[in-house]
C-alpha cells in the first residue's frame, strides 16, 4: 500500500462513516454488545481461574490417625511419598485444644475429660494437582484411619468453568455472526452508494484491492471504534467491581483473591481489539464481493 | 489485435449467445460490429473485455490469451482497452477535468501526469475550456466526449464503444463518429457495436454482422447490410 494511497483510503472511508449516520451507530452497537459479553466472559474466567488457582494452593490432605498408630513410622511413611512438601502433625490434645478454641470451654466439659478426636498429619503438597493420588496412597499406609481433601471443591470448580466457557462461545458466536452482519449491511450502504464509481474504476483498470480497501479501512474504524466502547465501560466497571468485591470479602473473612484490574484490562485488551477489527474487516469484504463481480 | 476463433458462450441461463463465432482485427483497424438487439454485440465486447470468458474456442486480445488470463491481471488487460458506453457513465458530482482525471487516480497515475494528460485529451476531444463543467451543465454530445477523453487519457491501443450514439441526435452522432475515426487516424484501433444504420453507411468501414449469435457478414468496406 502506497502512502498516497492509503491517504485516499482513509478519506473514502471517512465519508462513508459520516455519510452513513445511524447505521454506523447500530453496527457500532452491535459490535459493543458482541464484545461486552465476550469482554465480561474473559474477565469472569480470569477469575475462575484465579480463585481456582488459589483454592487449589490451600487445599492439604488430612490423615486421620487410629489411636495405636506409630507416628513416627507413619511420619516418613508419608514423607516418602514423592511430592511431600510439609508434613505437620496435631495430637489428640491439639486437636481438643483448637476445638475448644473454636467453639469454647462448654465443649470440655460436654465430653467429660474424654478425647474422641483423632490425631492427624497435615499434608501439603508441592503441586496440588497431584493430592489425589497423595490421599489415595495415604489412605492405603497402616495406623490411618481415613482421608480428606478439599477436591470436591475444585472438581465442581472446574467443571462449572466449562459449562460457562462453552456456554459464552456459543453466545459469542451468535452475536459475532450478527455484528458480521450488521457491519456488512452498514458497509453496503456505502458500497451502494458509490455503486456507479465501483463500476466506473472496474472498467478503466483500477485492481480489486484498489477498490476494496477504502471499505475495508471503513469496516475496520467501526470494528475499533466498537472495541475501544467495549474495552473502556469493561475495565471501568471491572476496576469498580474490584474494589468493591475486595472490600466485601475482606470483610467476610474470605482468603480468596480477584484477578487484579490490570490483569484484566491486559487480557482484554489482546482480545476485544484484534476481534472487533477482524469483524470489521470481514463485514466489509463481505459486501463488496459482489460489486466486484463485474 | 483481436481474434476470436469457434467461440461460443452461453448466458448463466443457459441460452446461447455466441456460437462459433470467428473474426480477426488488425492493429489500426476501424471496424463496426452490428446486428440486431439480442445478436451477440454486447457478448462480444464484454469478451473481448474480460468481463466474460469464452465456453470454448479461443479469445485473444492485445496479445493475451483472455481465457487463461487471471483475474488479478484483467485490471492491466482493461488500462490498455478504452470503453465508452450509450449511457456515457459520468460521475454527477465531478467536472468533466475530474471525472477524467478520476479514471487516472484509480489506477494511481502520479498527479503531475495527470494534470499534463487532462488537458491534453480534453483537447483531443473538442471540450478544451469546458473542463470545469459539471456533466448536468453539458449537452449529451459533450458529455460522450467527456466520456471518449477518459477512455483516450491512458493512450490505450484499442478503444471499445458500446453503442455510443444511442442517446444522441443523428448530428451529434455524426460527430462523435468524425471524432472516432479521428482518434483512429492518431492510431487507435476502434471497434464500436451499434445500431445505428445511418452512420454506418455513411462511414463505409469494415462492418462485422452478427446474427443469432453467429457472425453472417465480415465486409470490407460495407454499410449496415446488403439491402441497403
Known amino acids: ?294 | 489485435m483481436i481474434s476470436l476463433i469457434n467461440v461460443n458462450y452461453a448466458y448463466p441461463n443457459g441460452t446461447s449467445a455466441l456460437e462459433n463465432v470467428s473474426f480477426h482485427i488488425d492493429k489500426g483497424e476501424f471496424i463496426f460490429l452490428v446486428g440486431a438487439s439480442g445478436a451477440g454485440k454486447s457478448s462480444v465486447l464484454k469478451l473481448i473485455f474480460r468481463e466474460i470468458v469464452a465456453k470454448s474456442g479461443q479469445v485473444f486480445a492485445l496479445k493475451h490469451n483472455l481465457n487463461r488470463m487471471k483475474r488479478r491481471d484483467v485490471p492491466y488487460l482493461r488500462r490498455k482497452i478504452g470503453v465508452v458506453y450509450q449511457d456515457f457513465r459520468l460521475l454527477p458530482d465531478k467536472t468533466a477535468g475530474e471525472n477524467i482525471a478520476f479514471a487516472l487516480e484509480v489506477i494511481e497515475t502520479p498527479s503531475k501526469d495527470i494534470k499534463r494528460q487532462v488537458p491534453n485529451v480534453l483537447d483531443i476531444v473538442g471540450l478544451k475550456g469546458k473542463e470545469d463543467r459539471y456533466p448536468d451543465q453539458l449537452s449529451g454530445g459533450e458529455q460522450q466526449r467527456v466520456a471518449m477523453a477518459r477512455a483516450l487519457v491512458n493512450s490505450p491501443s484499442l478503444l471499445v464503444c458500446d453503442e455510443p450514439t444511442g442517446n444522441l441526435d443523428p448530428n451529434t452522432s455524426w460527430q462523435i463518429m468524425q471524432l472516432l475515426a479521428e482518434i483512429n487516424m492518431r492510431g487507435t484501433t476502434v471497434l464500436i457495436a451499434t445500431h445505428d444504420k445511418t452512420v454506418v453507411d455513411r462511414m463505409g468501414r469494415r462492418v462485422i454482422e452478427l446474427g443469432g449469435g453467429t457472425v453472417i457478414r465480415d465486409d470490407g468496406k460495407g454499410g449496415y447490410s446488403h439491402e441497403a
Open chain 1, 1 to 294: 500500500m502506497k502512502l498516497s494511497n492509503s491517504l485516499y483510503y482513509l478519506k473514502q472511508a471517512g465519508m462513508g462513516v459520516w455519510r452513513n449516520g445511524w447505521m454506523t451507530v447500530a453496527s457500532i452497537t452491535v459490535v459493543v454488545l458482541t464484545l461486552l459479553i465476550l469482554g465480561s466472559f474473559v474477565a469472569i474466567n480470569l477469575n475462575i481461574v484465579a480463585i481456582t488457582d488459589d483454592v487449589k494452593e490451600q487445599v492439604e490432605v488430612l490423615a486421620y490417625l487410629k489411636d495405636d498408630a506409630n507416628t513416627q513410622v507413619l511420619r516418613q511413611q508419608i514423607l516418602d511419598i514423592p511430592g511431600i512438601k510439609e508434613l505437620t502433625y496435631v495430637s489428640k490434645e491439639q486437636a481438643l485444644e483448637s476445638m475448644r478454641e473454636q467453639l469454647g470451654d462448654g465443649i470440655t466439659e460436654a465430653l467429660d475429660g474424654r478425647n474422641p478426636l483423632p490425631a492427624s498429619f497435615e499434608i501439603q503438597s508441592n503441586n496440588p494437582d497431584e493430592i489425589p493420588n497423595i490421599a489415595e496412597k495415604i489412605q492405603l499406609l497402616p495406623g490411618v484411619e481415613s482421608v480428606d481433601y478439599g477436591q470436591e471443591v475444585v472438581q465442581r470448580l472446574f467443571q462449572f468453568t466449562r459449562v460457562l466457557q462453552i456456554f459464552g462461545l456459543v453466545i459469542i458466536a451468535v452475536l459475532g455472526v450478527m455484528a458480521l452482519f450488521l457491519i456488512a449491511n452498514t458497509i453496503k450502504l456505502t458500497v451502494y452508494a458509490r455503486r456507479k464509481q465501483i463500476n466506473i474504476m472496474k472498467f478503466v483498470g483500477a485492481t480489486d484491492w484498489f477498490i476494496r480497501w477504502p471499505f475495508i479501512i471503513e469496516g475496520i474504524f467501526l470494528g475499533l471504534l466498537g472495541a475501544l466502547v467495549t474495552y473502556l465501560a469493561l475495565f471501568y466497571g471491572y476496576s469498580v467491581l474490584y474494589m468493591r468485591a475486595s472490600v466485601w470479602l475482606y470483610e467476610n473473612f474470605l482468603s480468596v483473591a480477584m484477578a487484579p484490574p490490570e490483569l484484566v484490562g491486559l487480557e482484554l485488551l489482546k482480545i476485544l481489539f484484534p476481534l472487533g477489527m477482524g469483524i470489521g474487516a470481514i463485514g466489509s469484504g463481505i459486501s463488496v464481493r459482489k460489486f466486484l463481480k463485474v
